[in-house]
């Protein structure tokens, strides 16, 4: 198994995850800043892991659902 391509799949781009929460790319570099998910940096690229972006958006849910 190709452990690289998995990961690589697993991973989101910040203008994924703007696109995915409707957010500003100011405001993801934020959240990067502030670790508020985990990041991989790639020179001068970040990759959010999508387990780390589903941990992140289930721990900030407010109400009763």
Request: charged share 15%.
């Amino acid at each position: 198994s190709n452990i690289l391509g998995a990961a690589c799949h697993n991973m989101l781009s910040c203008d994924q995850v703007c696109n995915l929460l409707n957010i500003s790319a100011n405001t993801c570099y934020r959240l990067i800043k502030a670790n508020a998910f985990p990041y991989l940096r790639v020179g001068r690229k970040y990759l959010i892991p999508r387990e780390g972006l589903q941990r992140f958006v289930e721990e900030n849910i407010h109400g009763n659902g």
